[in-house]
């Protein structure tokens, strides 16, 4: 078998926020894989992956924490404190010439992560973003109290992207709208609010229901996807919430959706890229390490990432 050993060097950053989320713990997602040597694992395989940072709220959250005592307001300035200094940490791996890999923590940190690097770029609505999510996360601040998870600022992160969400969300990086809809597809949706979908709808941004899926098949959707992503721009992302997945492959988030997307199908897409020097950056979000079942979510996660950046296999 010939190795093949990735040229990216990776700056992992975890994302040790749950305040955006419903089910806040996930914010022990990133700590538990540092605690377990994620990177270390990863280098085994010839990943060349070493932790940059774990950004933590200023009130870290735990059982021990009851979320009725923290109000709306302190709420919002928990998630907006922790937002720009995972915005800080990704300017800066970019600035290093390392590749960012963010992992959390609840999904409010894609408002961070690709404002950062779009931002780092000088590539404002000339970046590609291809984002696996069971939920749209398009929540505006006028519809962002609809349904189950329009309150939480994990609801809201692409809207901001595109120039819509609640201040300083979309200014985080620099004034002015990070992505455009052209160059945006969503993957594996199958829950959202209709305050969503109509913005969506209204904004252009390409998105492939599971009834999608199903019809077409992952791989004609990502490789649609793709060519969004890469024609016209400097660059592309892949934001992964683990809830995309079905279940049985990722138990372990805090927003379980059924029916969802099948593991070897992503693996097989992923790798299809491996070594693509157009992908700038990578986020693996919402693993909740309490939930896990066989430890399915973590070897998911890992293996994502070796077909992405490590050996052949």
């Not at 690097?117 to 962002?144: C, N, V, Y």
Request: proline share 4%; glycine share 10%; hydrophobic share 35%.
């Amino acid at each position: 078998m010939t190795q093949h050993i990735s040229s990216h060097e990776l700056a992992l950053i975890g994302y040790a926020s749950g305040w955006g989320a419903r089910d806040s713990g996930c914010s022990e997602g990133p700590l538990f894989l540092k605690n377990h040597a994620f990177d270390k694992a990863l280098g085994r395989h010839g990943v060349s992956a070493k932790w940059q940072s774990v950004i933590e709220p200023q009130i870290p959250y735990s059982k021990g924490i009851a979320k009725d005592y923290i109000t709306s307001d302190s709420r919002y300035d928990l998630v907006m404190d922790v937002l720009k200094r995972l915005t800080q940490q990704v300017e800066s791996a970019c600035n290093n010439h390392k590749t960012p890999v963010v992992i959390g923590g609840d999904h409010s940190s894609a408002a961070a992560t690709w404002s950062a690097i779009t931002s780092q770029m000088k590539a404002q609505e000339k970046f590609g973003l291809i984002w696996l999510d069971a939920h749209m996360d398009a929540h505006t601040p006028e519809t962002r109290h609809q349904g189950k998870w329009g309150g939480h600022y994990h609801g809201q992160p692409l809207s901001a992207l595109l120039g819509e969400g609640e201040e300083p969300l979309p200014s985080l990086g620099s004034a002015g709208t990070k992505l455009s809809p052209e160059h945006v597809t969503l993957i594996g949706i199958r829950s959202f609010e209709p305050g969503e979908e109509a913005f969506v709808k209204r904004k252009g941004v390409k998105v492939y229901t599971m009834d999608d899926v199903r019809a077409l098949g992952f791989d004609t959707c990502f490789k649609h996807a793709l060519k969004r992503a890469t024609i016209g721009t400097a660059g592309y992302g892949i934001s992964v919430d683990m809830d995309g997945f079905d279940p049985e492959f990722a138990p372990a988030v805090g927003t379980p959706e059924k029916d969802g997307l099948m593991a070897d199908d992503v693996l097989n897409a992923f790798r299809s890229i491996r070594g693509d020097k157009s992908l700038k950056g990578l986020e693996l979000v919402e693993f909740n390490p309490y939930n896990d079942e066989d430890s399915k979510t973590y070897d998911l996660m890992f293996r994502l990432l070796k077909t992405l950046y490590g050996e052949d296999s």
